[in-house]
Structures are given as C-alpha cells and as structure tokens.
C-alpha cells in the first residue's frame, strides 16, 4: 500500500536527496529568522512590529526574485534532463540579468517610497509617539538592508541553477554559514555583547546584510574553484549572448510566473495589512505565528521544490506517464509528513509566544492564530504540491490564475470586507481568510488529475 502511494525506498532516496538538504537549509535559516524574531522581540514590541513591517515589504521583493528565476529554472531543469550544458548556461545568464534589473527596480522603490509602504501598516488609532517610533525603526532597519539586495538576488540565481542542475548540498551548505553568522552577528549587535556596540533594530539589520555577502561569496568562490564540475555556470560573461527565441520561450513561460510570485506576495501584504486594522498587537501576533510558520512549513515547501525539479526532469525526457506517476507519490508523501507536522505545530502552539518580550494579550492572538495555521497545514500542503506539479509542465500562465489571481479575488475581498465593514475578532478573520484555501486545494485536485501541466519544452 505504501509503495504504491508514496514509492519504495529507492524512490523516496532519489526525493530525500533533493528535498532534505533544502528543508535543512530552509529550516536553519527559518529557524535563525525565529531566533533573530525573538532577539528583536526582546528588544521591545514596537521594535519587532516596525522590523516585521519592513521584512514584509522584503519579503515582497525576495519574492520577484524567485518569480523572475523560476520561468528559466523550468527550463533548466529540463534541459539538464537532456544533457544540453549549452542550455543550461543560457539560462543561467539570463537569471543573472533579470535579477539585476529587478534589483536596481527594487532600491529605487524602497528608498523613495519608503516611509508611505511602512505607513501602510500604522494605524491612526493608535498612540502618536508609538506610530512615529515604529515607523522610525521601520525605516532604519530598510535603508540598511537594501545593500543586501544584490547579494541575495545574485546568490538566489546560482543557488537555483545549482539545484535545478542536482547539486544541493553547496546551496545548503552556504545557507548554514551564512544563518550562522546571522545569529552571531545578531546577538553581538543587538544586544550589545562582547564590547560590540549595541545597536538594536540596525545591529540586526547589519547582521543579515553580512550574511547575504558572505553566502554569495561562498557559493561564488566554490563554482569558480571547480570549474569542470560547474562548466555550465562558468564563463558566463566571456560570451554574455542568449539565444533570441530562448529568451522569447522564458519570456512567455516566465512572466507570468513573475507576474504570481510579485502579486502573490503583495497579496500577503494586503493581507498583513487588512489585520493590522486590529492594532499594533495585532501586527506583532501576526509576525510571532508567519515566523512560527515558516519553521514548520519547510517540510511541504521543499517538497514542492522537489517535485518541480524531479518532474520537470522527467517531462525533459518524454515520458508522460512515469511523470504522472511519480507527481501522485510525491503529493502523498508531502501531505502525509505535513500532516504529521501541523500535529506537532498544534501541541507547541501556546509555547513559542512566551519566547517574546510583550504583552499576555499578544501571546494569546499569537497562540491562537499558530493553531488556526496548524488546522490548514495539510490543505496547505496539497495545493503547493499541486503549484509546483502545473509549473514543472510550463503551465505558468494557470499557476496564476491558480495562485495569485485566487489570492486578489478570493482572499484578498474576504479579508477587506471583513477588516473594513465588521468589528470581528483578529482570530475571526485570520480564521475567514485562511479558511478559503479549501477551495483553491479542490481546484487543484482537478487541474492535477487532468494532465494539463505534462508538457515538453525542450
């Protein structure tokens, strides 16, 4: 029974070594932003509320970038499923120059649009002096961290190649250096220890932007060092050309999951903001359970990395009906672990709140917003599995209709309404919102078992 829903051991070897060292490399790095969560949370509640208003709008460009990088990546991935190193490098360099434009695009608006994103996010009801000290601490913390722009965006095209091409272990092994140095450098500075200045919300912010440096440099040097091993990835600029169709077919292919990944991450900043309608508590809840969340997610997210990259490989080969095969085994082992973990996430739900330096009443939102997430983890689960299994095939334009159209017109609506027009609850409309994935999990069970997404490109 569970060979035939979830493989045999050969099978589930062949997903571990893809899926586990980016779980170990996403769950470091969550689990360090927890920490560094905590650190800024000890600092003060307007601190951590300023800093998770800020991380927001970051979150919104990081995810641009995997957008941007993701069009091409299905290409690699099947490319490399044929062998084509020519291809692969052409992919390569055009990661490398949509991330760069998308950069400079990000600094400009971050910069001179600043101060009116934060303000999105402060209510008037609340005090003067904690709007006007949230925002400062917001925009401190921002102007920093645009130097980290660049090395994130550079190391996220290499980091993608690297993986896309089998090779995961020096990814995660940058990313565990680099969420180390993270962690040191964030006690030293935000805290002030070991004759380092205290620095607080900056210190913090100086802290990531080193990490960013130093996992590109490793990354970097590494594929530079091993020129045979990484030929693909190696003189890249000698002859920076890309072929005019290939450039036109991840065009087609990439923008619109460009266009999900920027809408869809906007959308979770709409919804973000829709909650803090109910207060400067509830923007520090809402960050203590996406912080939580994200440690516990990592699982059914790398999963979903796993299977866009095994089924894109054998959708590069031609054989439809084995990648049909493996896509069902790959969805029940993902939502069979999630559901294993939503458990473990609901026991500890009242633990992690009590970590933070502030009030009873925004450990209690806390805790009960990490149980509602928890109850919708599986769900969760699938419709990823279902994301990535559309977007292996080059499906993107209905990943979008799937992912970040459902978020604007589903809800984004329910969220507004019910933030604008009713006095419910924070949990209420966490819970309303939330709520909904249902549906979009249906919708992908049907889009899944009609085969749409087996296309070849290459």
Same mark, same amino acid.
């Given at each position: 029974?569970?060979?035939?829903? @979830?493989?045999d051991?050969?099978f589930?070897?062949?997903? =571990?070594?893809?899926a586990?060292?980016?779980?170990v490399?996403?769950g470091i790095?969550n689990?360090?932003?927890?920490l560094?969560?905590i650190?800024i949370g000890?600092v003060?509640?307007?601190q951590?509320s300023?800093?998770? @208003?800020?991380?927001?709008? #970051?979150?919104?460009?990081?995810?641009f970038?995997?957008? *941007?990088?993701?069009?091409?990546?299905?290409? %690699?991935?099947?490319y490399?499923g044929v062998?084509?190193?020519?291809?692969?490098r052409? $992919?390569?360099?055009?990661?490398i120059? #949509?991330?760069?434009?998308?950069?400079?695009?990000?600094c400009?608006?971050?910069y001179?649009?600043?101060?009116?994103?934060?303000?999105?996010?402060?209510?008037?009801?609340?005090?003067a002096?904690d709007?006007?000290?949230t925002?400062?601490y917001g925009?401190?913390?921002l102007l920093i961290?645009?130097?980290?722009?660049?090395?994130?965006?550079?190391t996220q095209?290499?980091?993608?190649?690297?993986?896309e091409?089998?090779? $995961?272990i020096?990814?995660m092994?940058?990313g +565990?250096?680099?969420?180390?140095?993270?962690?040191?450098?964030?006690? +030293?500075l935000?805290?002030g220890?070991?004759g380092?200045?205290?620095?607080?919300?900056n210190?913090? *912010?100086?802290?990531?932007? @080193?990490?960013r440096?130093?996992? &590109?440099f490793i990354?970097?040097?590494?594929?530079k060092?091993?020129?045979?091993k990484?030929?693909?990835?190696?003189? @890249?600029?000698?002859?920076f /050309?890309i072929?005019?169709?290939l450039?036109?077919n991840?065009?087609k $292919?990439?923008?619109p999951l460009?266009?999900?990944?920027?809408?869809?991450?906007?959308?979770?900043?709409?919804l973000?903001?829709?909650?803090? %309608?109910r207060? +400067?508590?509830a923007?520090?809840?809402?960050?203590?359970? /996406?912080?939580? !969340?994200?440690? &516990?997610?990592i699982?059914?997210?790398?999963m979903?990395?796993a299977?866009?990259?095994?089924?894109?490989? #054998?959708?590069?080969?031609?054989d439809?009906?084995?990648?049909?095969?493996?896509?069902?085994k =790959?969805v029940?082992?993902?939502?069979l672990t999630?559901?294993? #973990?939503?458990?473990?996430?609901?026991?500890?739900? !009242?633990l992690?709140?009590?970590a933070?330096n $502030? %009030?009873?009443?925004?450990?209690?939102?806390?805790?009960q917003?990490?149980?509602i997430?928890?109850?919708?983890?599986?769900v969760d689960?699938?419709t990823?599995?279902a994301?990535? %299994?559309i977007?292996?095939?080059g499906?993107t334009?209905?990943t979008?209709?799937?992912?970040?159209?459902?978020?604007?017109c589903?809800?984004?609506p329910?969220?507004y309404? =019910? /933030?604008?027009y009713?006095?419910?609850?924070?949990?209420?409309?966490?819970?309303?919102?939330? /709520?909904?994935i249902?549906?979009? *999990?249906?919708?992908?069970?049907?889009m899944?078992?009609?085969?749409? !997404?087996?296309?070849v490109?290459?």
């Amino acid at each position: 029974m569970l060979k035939k829903y @979830i493989g045999d051991k050969a099978f589930l070897k062949s997903v =571990l070594l893809i899926a586990v060292p980016i779980m170990v490399q996403n769950g470091i790095t969550n689990f360090v932003n927890l920490l560094d969560n905590i650190m800024i949370g000890r600092v003060g509640t307007l601190q951590m509320s300023g800093v998770a @208003i800020t991380n927001q709008l #970051i979150f919104v460009f990081n995810l641009f970038i995997f957008g *941007a990088i993701s069009g091409a990546g299905i290409f %690699t991935a099947q490319y490399y499923g044929v062998g084509d190193e020519k291809g692969i490098r052409n $992919t390569f360099r055009f990661k490398i120059v #949509i991330c760069m434009l998308l950069t400079v695009i990000g600094c400009l608006v971050f910069y001179f649009a600043g101060d009116f994103l934060i303000g999105l996010y402060l209510q008037e009801n609340e005090s003067a002096a904690d709007i006007a000290a949230t925002l400062q601490y917001g925009k401190e913390y921002l102007l920093i961290m645009l130097i980290g722009l660049v090395p994130y965006a550079i190391t996220q095209a290499y980091a993608g190649t690297l993986r896309e091409t089998g090779e $995961t272990i020096l990814p995660m092994r940058a990313g +565990l250096v680099a969420v180390f140095v993270n962690l040191v450098l964030n006690y +030293l500075l935000i805290f002030g220890k070991f004759g380092f200045p205290m620095l607080g919300v900056n210190g913090a *912010a100086i802290a990531t932007v @080193i990490s960013r440096f130093a996992e &590109f440099f490793i990354i970097y040097i590494k594929v530079k060092h091993q020129k045979e091993k990484y030929s693909h990835m190696n003189k @890249i600029l000698y002859h920076f /050309s890309i072929p005019g169709k290939l450039v036109v077919n991840i065009t087609k $292919t990439g923008v619109p999951l460009l266009v999900n990944e920027g809408l869809w991450a906007m959308s979770m900043a709409m919804l973000n903001q829709c909650y803090s %309608t109910r207060g +400067l508590d509830a923007v520090a809840a809402v960050n203590i359970q /996406s912080t939580i !969340w994200n440690v &516990f997610s990592i699982t059914f997210m790398a999963m979903g990395n796993a299977i866009g990259i095994m089924i894109g490989q #054998i959708l590069g080969t031609g054989d439809i009906e084995k990648a049909k095969e493996d896509d069902a085994k =790959l969805v029940h082992f993902s939502v069979l672990t999630c559901i294993i #973990i939503a458990l473990l996430l609901a026991s500890m739900a !009242w633990l992690f709140p009590k970590a933070y330096n $502030t %009030t009873e009443h925004v450990r209690h939102l806390a805790t009960q917003l990490i149980l509602i997430g928890a109850l919708f983890m599986p769900v969760d689960a699938y419709t990823n599995a279902a994301y990535f %299994t559309i977007r292996a095939g080059g499906k993107t334009g209905i990943t979008f209709l799937f992912d970040s159209f459902f978020m604007w017109c589903v809800n984004i609506p329910i969220a507004y309404v =019910l /933030s604008r027009y009713t006095a419910i609850s924070l949990e209420m409309l966490f819970l309303a919102s939330t /709520s909904v994935i249902v549906l979009k *999990a249906l919708i992908g069970f049907i889009m899944v078992r009609s085969g749409i !997404w087996t296309k070849v490109l290459v």
